[in-house]
């Protein structure tokens, strides 16, 4: 039976984001099965660019080139970032029997009007994280058929509103990366971080506004003023220069500095330890650096290795927030057998049972200007007193809670629970038959319209329908973008001749043939490649090079990549073995030779044009006589 085809577009596998995470969790626990041919739409990075070729599985990039970016509203830059233009490629390329969009819901604005959609087993498993639910979910939940949230909070919801099709699929963790270390390492990393019978609290946050900083920091003040024994230590493991001035908070609330620890890390040797925070560019205890020691951050944190070491620093974990859509850091310390405290609102409902090892903080709630959302002001005095009942329990009772918080989390977010959840959903799907989808994609740059629109409504739908091939409606921010831009005086011939434009360019990239396919079969012989698209002379003088660079290497055979307008120059020349079709894609020598796990395509590429067309060739104090030393 032929496999099926599964397109899973979200953040890059080698992303440090919650999006990420899970893909790479979901894209090995499916390439395990060896059930499928597995396809990763890539967010962030560039259709081929070097990182993709490190995967087992086949993996390309959905953001465009800057150059394509140019001239484009924010609202298109950020539709295109997510993709929007590029999976269309890529569902054209790979003919895919699934497709799985994994990222917040606006990053498929406008997808229910393309030609594949729901003709493809299309599934959209995104994460929503306040009440009421985002009016762009609403609108979409009828157009999505496998439509999948995070959080339990969030389909019940949906399903009040009358959405039956929205059902709740967690995020995934693997299991083996957290857990409970024994009491000697335990005691020997407290050790080394000059800890010893401190009663730790920790809280792992990228420090965002909806973090709650003030309010944790305000509990743990309580329960110090409670328990003035305690020898209480609050560790924030965030980055301390952007989101909340922590540093003003301590001395508006008159806590002690030396009572709030956070994570160092050394940008130059990946060395970490915790010691109250002094600053960022601090010297390298490990390795003497200078300069090179600040608190973890989005660019430079410590592995999940050393973040599991961290979380069996704390005793209790505290997670107030004012809403989430997931919140792994709470399952990773579930994980490490801690118990949680978590805010009860939004996807914290499901981490703050009894159940899932987890105590709940209590809010109040106000309302986030512009969006209306409900949001939640965790409660400084729930804070402190779910703290005492944690610290005034008996070790064996914390032991035994902890045990429970790691079998809840395992049941219910491992990745092999979420994993075999999708594979059921992906089996269910039937194969796909493309029938329909060459001639609904295919821009159309010569479309003529006819000229008898009603309205500048009709012009746009129209142009967008027959140009490139794209229904839209009034709700599209492409629509609204382009209906701005006629009330403001752009004609609907300026309009026109930009779709066309566009619909040139797409036609162009679309034609293009990937490497693979060229080389096919080409067999395992030694390869080099010599790249010189452009110029009649530039072509000329490389063939007239040919026969000598032939003789220096006799064992490889000659690759030359031109425009094949050029073709004719040389394509007579006994020394060239095969003339190919010039692309941009070809600049990069990292993919077109290798690097690390990618073993690349030719065994040397050579760049004449990077002299004669990309620098300024005539300089030297004009003492050269021709631009190639001809033999």
């Not at 003709?119 to 058929?145: G, H, R």
């Not at 390869?527 to 007239?544: G, R, T, Y």
């Amino acid at each position: 039976m032929k496999k099926k085809t599964v397109l899973i577009h979200s953040n890059f596998t080698r992303a440090f984001t919650g999006f990420g995470k899970n893909k790479k969790n979901i894209m090995r626990y499916l390439y395990d099965t060896g059930k499928y041919n597995l396809i990763e739409l890539a967010n962030g990075i560039e259709w081929e660019a070097p990182s993709t070729k490190l995967l087992p599985w086949t993996c390309r990039g959905s953001l465009p080139k800057p150059q394509e970016m140019q001239g484009l509203t924010p609202e298109q830059q950020r539709e295109q970032g997510y993709g929007s233009k590029l999976v269309d490629r890529a569902i054209k390329e790979f003919k895919p029997d699934v497709y799985i969009g994994m990222e917040d819901i606006w990053a498929f604005n406008g997808y229910h009007t393309k030609p594949w959609w729901n003709k493809v087993n299309t599934m959209i498993w995104t994460t929503l994280d306040s009440l009421p639910i985002l009016p762009q979910a609403i609108e979409y939940a009828p157009k999505i058929k496998n439509y999948y949230v995070w959080a339990s909070f969030a389909e019940k919801a949906m399903n009040e509103l009358g959405y039956n099709n929205v059902k709740t699929l967690r995020g995934s963790l693997d299991k083996n990366n957290f857990h409970k270390l024994s009491d000697d390492k335990r005691d020997s990393l407290r050790k080394n971080n000059g800890l010893s019978d401190e009663f730790i609290i920790g809280f792992v946050f990228r420090n965002q506004l909806r973090k709650s900083v003030p309010n944790i920091l305000e509990g743990f003040k309580k329960f110090k003023e409670r328990h003035t024994t305690s020898k209480a230590k609050l560790l924030l493991h965030t980055h301390w220069s952007e989101g909340w001035d922590i540093q003003r908070l301590l001395k508006e609330k008159s806590i002690d500095h030396s009572d709030i620890l956070t994570t160092y890390i050394c940008n130059k040797c990946g060395v970490y330890h915790i010691s109250p925070f002094k600053g960022q560019e601090q010297k390298c205890g490990s390795c003497g650096t200078e300069k090179s020691v600040n608190t973890t951050n989005t660019g430079k944190g410590v592995s999940d290795t050393h973040l599991n070491e961290i979380y069996n620093l704390m005793d209790v974990y505290c997670h107030p927030f004012t809403s989430g859509g997931q919140e792994i850091p709470i399952q990773e310390a579930k994980l490490a057998e801690l118990i949680t405290l978590v805010t009860n609102y939004s996807c914290g409902e499901d981490c703050c049972t009894e159940e899932s090892g987890g105590l709940p903080l209590d809010w109040t709630e106000y309302r986030e200007p512009g969006t209306q959302f409900i949001k939640a002001s965790t409660s400084p005095e729930s804070i402190s007193s779910q703290l005492s009942k944690v610290h005034a329990m008996a070790d064996q009772e914390r032991d035994d809670w902890g045990k429970k918080s790691r079998q809840w989390t395992i049941d219910n977010f491992s990745v092999e629970v979420i994993g075999k959840q999708l594979e059921d959903i992906i089996d269910e799907m039937p194969p796909v038959e493309y029938d329909y989808e060459t001639s609904h994609m295919e821009f159309n740059p010569d479309y003529q319209p006819t000229g008898n629109y009603a309205s500048n409504e009709e012009f746009i739908i129209d142009i967008y329908k027959n140009v490139l091939k794209d229904d839209v409606d009034q709700h599209s921010q492409g629509f609204k973008h382009w209906m701005t831009k006629l009330h403001q005086g752009q004609s609907r011939q300026e309009v026109l001749n930009y779709f066309k434009h566009v619909a040139v360019q797409e036609k162009q990239k679309s034609q293009i043939p990937s490497m693979e396919s060229l080389l096919a079969k080409e067999g395992n012989a030694k390869k080099i490649a010599i790249v010189i698209p452009q110029s009649e002379v530039d072509v000329l003088l490389v063939n007239s090079l040919l026969k000598n660079f032939k003789s220096q290497y006799k064992k490889h055979d000659l690759y030359v990549f031109t425009n094949p307008q050029y073709y004719p120059y040389i394509d007579d020349n006994p020394a060239v073995y095969k003339l190919m079709p010039y692309n941009p894609s070809i600049e990069n020598q990292l993919v077109m030779e290798g690097c690390n796990d990618h073993g690349g395509y030719f065994d040397m590429v050579f760049y004449p044009h990077a002299t004669t067309q990309k620098s300024l060739c005539y300089l030297h104090n004009g003492a050269n006589k021709h631009q190639f030393a001809l033999k």
